[in-house]
């Protein structure tokens, strides 16, 4: 079902002029209120009245976290704190943590953004929405709360952790939808394996999963595990939180964007120019409506394209492939740029390995090195060594197909690598140590 029939369907023409005001509007209101953007924005020469067509938009400065990080805590917002009803922050690796507010408006907004992300994902007012996101400063919890809320289910505010109560409270309640990061949703699969409960006998049926990459292989993995459809889905604090974009649940191929909100591009890794609809990049996003902390140009470092194909859904939004990585997440083992993320794809194509696995980045000299911890399964590890050698080569030569050279790969024990309740740390980088 399509939850706002009349934004989602729209056709490029009215969305295109609709963007085109909104996006007038922001800009106008950012330099009005906010001193640092007026500042970027005469530096850069370059005024509202300067933006007549869309394509002007290139004619504006980037955000990016370090403007945030210059303005910490409250300095971007656009409205007085007797109008901010919420705020957020995300934890970030370095630093002070990015905060985020809301007004009243905002809140609502984002509430309806979740509740069409819930309905693109195939969840209705029918369901028993159980919502493993973590509640706090973090955005999953209280955003897909809000959302699910808005769309009339029934909302089971779990929030991450407590793994056998998870799955009790899901036989119990007969939750229908699962709401979690990947990684915990693979976490609460092998408890459930673990406490003898039989998936196919649960109601549930579909996982609305986001927050961190994750590869096709992991979505097979996780529909096979919990007998379910995966469905992937997309934000981040900057932008609103979850309800930027979200796969529908009859193609599962690419997430809509909710462009009527928010402005995708896509510009050049390095040299930040525009790319045509298409190419890959790093994704930028402009927010069009959102009150207390517009964003202009939000450089996400995140990467993927824009897919303009129709899709059978009937929502006319754009699509952007699954996110394959970071441009801060990406790995430069002796000139070739890998992704975590295609890592996983080829760990999770061999016999034996357990989806879990974590990447030990270091450096010698200027150069990156790679050591791979790949769990095996419990009957391969008692095998004899000669076995283990074997696998160890197969992955080693599947990885050199991957990046050319090779990598130290390390076979440990089941349930050796720690297991997730929200974002799942694949990378230990020591070069940042
Ligand atoms: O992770 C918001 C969210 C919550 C999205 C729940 C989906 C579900 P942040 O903590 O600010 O916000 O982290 C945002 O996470 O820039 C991406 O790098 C990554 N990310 C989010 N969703 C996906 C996804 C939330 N579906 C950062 N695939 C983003 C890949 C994702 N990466």
């Excluded at 990061?181 to 579909?206: C, F, H």
């Excluded at 009150?291 to 995140?302: G, N």
């Excluded at 996983?344 to 090195?369: A, F, S, W």
Aim: proline fraction near 5%; glycine fraction near 8%; hydrophobic fraction near 40%.
């Amino acid at each position: 079902m399509i939850f706002n029939k009349e934004a989602e369907t729209m056709s490029r023409d009215t969305l295109e002029s609709l963007q085109l005001k909104r996006l007038q509007d922001v800009v106008t209101r950012v330099y009005n209120k906010v001193p640092y953007y007026r500042a970027k924005m005469d530096d850069a020469g370059v005024s509202p009245t300067d933006i007549k067509t869309l394509a002007d938009i290139q004619k504006l400065p980037f955000t990016t976290k370090e403007d945030l990080r210059k303005n910490y805590p409250f300095g971007l917002f656009t409205v007085p704190m007797d109008e901010v009803v919420r705020v957020h922050a995300s934890s970030g690796t370095t630093g002070k943590p990015t905060v985020v507010g809301y007004t009243k408006a905002d809140i609502k907004l984002w509430a309806e953004l979740m509740a069409r992300t819930l309905s693109c994902g195939g969840a209705t007012s029918k369901d028993m929405i159980q919502n493993a996101y973590g509640y706090g400063l973090f955005t999953g919890g209280l955003g897909a709360h809000y959302g699910a809320e808005a769309l009339g289910a029934t909302v089971i505010p779990i929030s991450g952790g407590q793994t056998k109560r998870q799955i009790t409270l899901m036989q119990d309640f007969g939750s229908t939808v699962l709401l979690s990061t990947p990684s915990y949703a693979l976490n609460i699969a092998e408890a459930m394996a673990e406490m003898g409960v039989d998936p196919k006998k649960l109601p549930l049926k579909i996982g609305i999963f986001g927050a961190e990459p994750w590869s096709e292989k992991m979505r097979e993995e996780l529909e096979k595990q919990l007998d379910i459809k995966a469905i992937d889905i997309y934000g981040l604090s900057e932008i609103i939180g979850p309800g930027v974009a979200a796969e529908c649940i009859e193609e599962q191929k690419g997430l809509h964007i909710f462009e009527d909100h928010f402005l995708p591009e896509i510009v050049d890794k390095d040299t930040f120019e525009p790319l045509p609809v298409g190419e890959a990049g790093e994704l930028v996003f402009t927010t069009l409506t959102k009150e207390a902390f517009p964003v202009i140009r939000y450089r996400t470092k995140d990467i993927s394209r824009l897919i303009d194909t129709p899709c059978s859904c009937g929502r006319t939004f754009r699509r952007m492939p699954k996110i394959t990585g970071r441009t801060d997440d990406m790995l430069i083992i002796r000139g070739v740029n890998v992704f975590p993320s295609q890592i996983e794809h080829v760990l999770m194509g061999v016999e034996g390995v357990e989806p879990h696995y974590q990447i030990i980045v270091d450096r010698k000299g200027n150069m990156d090195t790679m050591e791979v911890l790949v769990e095996v399964s419990e009957n391969i590890f008692s095998d004899e060594i000669k076995q283990l050698e074997r696998l160890n080569k197969t992955i080693q030569a599947e990885i050199k197909d991957l990046i050319g050279s090779n990598c130290k790969i390390s076979l440990v024990e089941p349930k050796t690598i720690a297991r997730s309740e929200g974002k799942a740390v694949r990378v230990i980088d020591k070069r940042k140590i």
